[in-house]
């Protein structure tokens, strides 16, 4: 069965550190990968996606993510966090059958960040 | 503004009282859904709808109906509500299925229900 696995439920980070949370998927076939974050109290806003070609993918307010077959992952990276930064972080992957439309989601890795 | 709008943002009930959350986009998108999202458990997709008066159930549909009876219009209804539907719900809508380069779904701000 299709599924996401974000290791780490919590992470926190210095301001100006790097950054990298971690994304593992089970897939059968060539997957479609997206990475969302929700800040409190919103909707969830889409980073970057992944579907064919370059295995780096650049997003939304300096991040990227790498997919790595041979892992199977699609870890979210950022060289250097900002204090808005901290929100709760979701790797999802597309649904085999597009008919459904569904994404089927990790559980989110929540980041704070430390002044 | 194009925009997924939910409405109640925030619903406290009593079980067994009938209610409906309401969603609508503006994108004149094909597909719709609705997922739950609860602690440690992420998102799970509720229903879906590929269009006008065709929805299916996703991979958590008991207590929950849904209508597609206009295109930009998707109603989650809850007949007889019950404390273990307390949970985030958010609709999405996006323009094409999932399994093409262009496919990415579109998130309303959420509806934050509790069941007592």
């Known amino acids: 069965a299709q599924s996401v696995t974000q290791p780490d439920i919590h992470i926190t980070v210095s301001e100006g550190a790097s950054l990298e949370l971690r994304c593992n998927y089970s897939y059968g076939a060539t997957p479609y990968l997206f990475w969302y974050v929700q800040s409190p109290g919103q909707g969830l806003q889409l980073l970057l996606k992944y579907f064919s070609g370059d295995t780096l993918v650049q997003g939304i307010k300096g991040f990227e993510a790498e997919f790595k077959r041979s892992q199977s992952s699609f870890n979210l990276r950022k060289p250097s966090v900002h204090w808005s930064d901290a929100a709760e972080y979701f790797c999802a992957v597309g649904a085999e059958g597009g008919a459904t439309n569904k994404l089927i989601f990790g559980t989110g890795t929540l980041l704070a960040v430390q002044p | 503004e194009a925009q997924v709008t939910q409405n109640p943002r925030y619903l406290i009930t009593v079980t067994g009282k009938k209610l409906t959350v309401t969603c609508s986009q503006n994108m004149n998108h094909e597909y719709m859904s609705w997922y739950r999202q609860d602690p440690g458990l992420g998102l799970r997709q509720i229903y879906y709808?590929?269009?006008?008066?065709?929805?299916d159930k996703g991979d958590v549909p008991e207590g929950y109906k849904v209508s597609r009876k206009e295109k930009r219009n998707f109603p989650l209804i809850l007949e007889s509500p019950s404390p273990n539907q307390t949970s985030l719900y958010f609709c999405a809508s996006s323009p094409y299925g999932a399994g093409t380069s262009d496919y990415e779904q579109y998130f309303g701000p959420g509806t934050r229900l509790t069941v007592t």
């Open positions: 709808s590929m269009n006008v008066e065709v929805t």
